[in-house]
């Protein structure tokens, strides 16, 4: 199965430019409500994951600065701990799957490593469900 089938494309997707300071990042997820985002330079390419976690851990090392200067800093300057692994647009679903057991979202790259979009973790548990003998059994039951 392509994986396009799943993708929610970069338009209909949160994202913050690594350049952008801590404040616009956290206003982004603030406002979509999300715990973790792509993380794009400006050429458009996928260079990680960024969570609140790690705005968290950096708002903790830098405590006794004041708190709005720290919000002016650059996303670049924020210790990433976990780097969210990206799938090319050709992978299959077994990349998906792996990846999915321990990211929220799966990010999706071209040939050039422009980001295109991300496959969420739900999108693929709904899919993988569907496509078992349980999920076969529930759709005969309803």
Request: neutral net charge; contains cysteine; charged residues 30%.
């Amino acid at each position: 199965m392509n994986i396009l089938f799943f993708l929610t494309p970069k338009q209909e997707t949160a994202f913050v430019f690594n350049d952008c300071t801590i404040q616009e990042a956290i206003d982004e997820m603030e406002n979509y409500r999300y715990t973790a985002v792509p993380l794009l330079d400006r050429g458009g390419k996928y260079v990680g994951t960024l969570t609140e976690g790690d705005l968290l851990r950096k708002l903790q090392e830098d405590i006794h600065e004041n708190i709005s200067a720290v919000g002016k800093e650059r996303i670049s300057k924020v210790r990433r701990r976990w780097q969210y692994q990206p799938v090319r647009v050709g992978a299959d679903i077994g990349d998906l799957v792996t990846r999915a057991m321990n990211q929220n979202f799966v990010p999706v790259v071209d040939d050039k490593d422009v980001f295109i979009g991300i496959v969420p973790r739900k999108a693929i548990i709904e899919y993988c469900y569907r496509n078992s003998t349980l999920g076969e059994k529930n759709e005969k039951n309803h």
